[in-house]
């Protein structure tokens, strides 16, 4: 499965063969590389058809380890938060939707592509799918976990600029019901932006027919591949190349400004309780706290997503001026570490949105009956305290 929108570089792109005597494949695009191997010699062969040994050891032991430090985070998570009643805040809804997130999105990409290895016979982006209905669902799951992963950062953050900077006006709109309303209205929109623009860049299946050379090597390559193709020009549709950066820039402006303000809340609050009190109260100190868990949650986030949107870009400006600024073993290099970034962002997550919090690591050992009971009453739970644990989190 290729989650980067058909992102073999435009060169590698071979023309299409007519029809060779191969009456045990019907496809809809027929390759003789057996002439390929006569043209070009059989190191041309080797390097557009076969996985190359970064390939395999990124498919074959990094992402099953990314799977499952990433399973584990963030339904470890989703655990927690369910089994500690403490847990049942506003604020966490929104994160434990981003661990649903997350959790497909690790799963479905790490899976399909050892799946895909695994029954390719070494053949490079032979893909699983074998029906135009196929493609589209697996794409579009993939791009709808990209675009509710954009919107839910966003709301946690805007939720977060409210709780420090607006406390009581944050006290008066913090429903339950907005805020199953604004998680809803994030996963409808991710599906429709996913269904009009991320699943048509990949929602058509191709089969090719492939002719390969007698003996050698290429007796264990399977004769067909299907790749999953756009509705329109794989290689010559803007949109292929801009329907996550564009949404990507725009999330990561917004985010900026709202980091900036809260970091801003935060400064000014401590200078005026620092002028009030002497010393550093508990207070400031959560809300430091806060402000770090802001920063390296933004940080990490859009580092690991940057990579992604610039080779999309690359790829798009490449298609438009011909320019090349890598060969093309250095693109492959980009576009797998830009893959394994996406997977990775997804892994660690819970991590940093949770378990890198004394509350959450106190409810984690709670959850599994080794946490120490809380001294605390109900009684004395009030509005108040409710906002303050929500800026906490």
Request: include cysteine; hydrophobic fraction near 45%.
């Amino acid at each position: 499965m290729d989650f980067s929108n058909a992102s073999i570089a435009p060169e590698e792109e071979m023309p299409d063969n007519k029809a060779p005597d191969f009456p045990q494949c019907s496809g809809d695009r027929y390759i003789d590389a057996s002439q390929w191997d006569k043209w070009l010699g059989e190191w041309f062969l080797i390097y557009f058809f076969e996985y190359k040994y970064f390939e395999k050891l990124i498919i074959t032991v990094l992402f099953p380890i990314v799977l499952a430090f990433g399973f584990i985070g963030n339904a470890g998570f989703l655990f927690v938060i369910a089994r500690v009643k403490e847990m049942h805040t506003l604020t966490n809804f929104y994160l434990a939707n981003l661990a649903v997130a997350d959790l497909l999105y690790v799963t479905l990409t790490t899976v399909t592509y050892c799946i895909q290895y695994a029954l390719s016979g070494g053949l490079r982006n032979s893909e699983i799918f074998r029906s135009n209905a196929q493609c589209f669902i697996g794409y579009g799951i993939h791009y709808t976990t990209l675009y509710a992963s954009l919107s839910l950062v966003t709301l946690v953050t805007f939720e977060r600029v409210l709780a420090i900077c607006y406390p009581l006006k944050h006290r008066m709109v913090n429903t339950k019901k907005r805020t199953i309303v604004l998680v809803v209205i994030s996963w409808t929109v991710a599906v429709a932006m996913s269904a009009a623009f991320g699943a048509p860049v990949a929602g058509l299946v191709r089969k090719e027919c492939i002719s390969w050379p007698p003996g050698g090597r290429w007796k264990k390559f399977p004769n067909i591949r299907h790749e999953c193709i756009t509705v329109h020009d794989v290689y010559f549709d803007p949109i292929s190349k801009l329907c996550v950066p564009i949404p990507f820039i725009i999330v990561l402006v917004i985010n900026i400004i709202l980091y900036g303000k809260i970091i801003a809340c935060l400064s000014n609050r401590t200078v005026t309780q620092n002028k009030e009190h002497a010393g550093q109260s508990s207070t400031n100190k959560v809300r430091n706290q806060v402000a770090r868990m802001v920063i390296i949650n933004g940080i990490i986030f859009f580092l690991c997503l940057a990579p992604f949107q610039y080779h999309q870009l690359y790829q798009l400006i490449v298609l438009k001026t011909k320019m090349y600024l890598y060969d093309g073993d250095t693109e492959k290099a980009i576009l797998w570490a830009s893959r394994c970034l996406l997977v990775l962002n997804s892994a660690v997550n819970p991590y940093v949105y949770g378990f890198t919090n004394h509350r959450y690591r106190s409810a984690f050992m709670k959850a599994i009956g080794r946490g120490k009971k809380s001294n605390s009453h109900p009684n004395v739970k009030t509005k108040t305290s409710f906002i303050s644990q929500n800026i906490r989190q």
